[in-house]
């Protein structure tokens, strides 16, 4: 894969990012998203395909990406399908600064250090090149404003920007409240991106750990007694 087109991961990390305070909004989910957003990429480039909620390998060829052949040879090494709610729910431990580390070396964003308390080191982000965000953010408007179908990478983009809560940080307040809306309508228009981006929802929901309900044994005892009833009828 080359790298003149910034892939999912990185836009999703660059629209989360705050260009006041130089940190990213809804840090948690978008751990999450960001893991969402890499499936996204490796659908895109033909590496994995959808099998009903759950994420197949159909070419393991590496595409060249570091980050996301890390991924892929993971969900290789699954060797059967894998639910896009566990991948994403999975530990990922260090993705965001990952991904953080590499815009930083792209020249995209630089560092800035400080302290928190005027003790604890912390390290925040600015934007070197505002026109970059400027334009992944222009893609978004324009999908909400015309209601034309984006292309999928937008349409995945946007899944995930509503899916991680980024809604509220692009369009704030009540006068941002039918963008937000609009936002999460371009969810359909992507199969993997709304996949994913449901799958993002439900972790964060707590769907992922909730093992499938059992009907309770009297309840099962009756159903089976009834099916015994009407085989005795025929």
């Known amino acids: 894969m080359g790298k003149s087109r910034r892939s999912i991961p990185e836009e999703l990390l660059l629209l989360a990012l705050d260009p006041t305070t130089g940190t990213t909004a809804q840090p948690q989910s978008l751990d999450l998203g960001l893991a969402g957003a890499q499936l996204v990429e490796l659908a895109l480039a033909g590496r994995i395909a959808p ?4 994420i197949a390998v159909v070419h393991p060829r590496p595409t060249g990406d ?11 090494r699954r060797g059967s399908p894998v639910r896009a709610v566990h991948w994403i729910g999975g530990p990922r431990l260090g993705l965001r600064q990952t991904y953080l580390a590499h815009l930083e070396r792209c020249g995209m964003v630089h560092a800035v250090p400080g302290q928190m308390c005027g003790v604890l080191p912390t390290t925040r982000y600015q934007a070197t090149d505002s026109a970059v965000s400027r334009e992944i953010r222009a893609r978004l408007d324009s999908a909400i404003r015309t209601g034309v179908p984006p292309d999928p990478r937008t349409a995945a983009l946007a899944a995930l920007a ?23 309508d371009l969810i359909r228009y992507d199969p993997m991106g709304g996949l994913v981006a449901h799958a993002v929802m439900d972790v964060q929901n707590g769907v992922a750990a909730q093992p499938k ?17 009407r085989a005795g009828a025929r």
């Open 51 to 54: 099998d009903g909620d759950r």
């Open 66 to 76: 570091p980050t996301l052949d890390s991924a892929l040879e993971l969900l290789r």
């Open 162 to 184: 509503h899916a991680v809560g980024l809604g509220k940080h692009l369009y704030p307040g009540n006068e941002g409240r039918s963008s937000r809306s609009r936002l999460r």
């Open 213 to 229: 309900q059992r009907p309770p044994a009297q309840v099962q005892r009756a159903a089976g007694h009834g099916s015994m009833a």
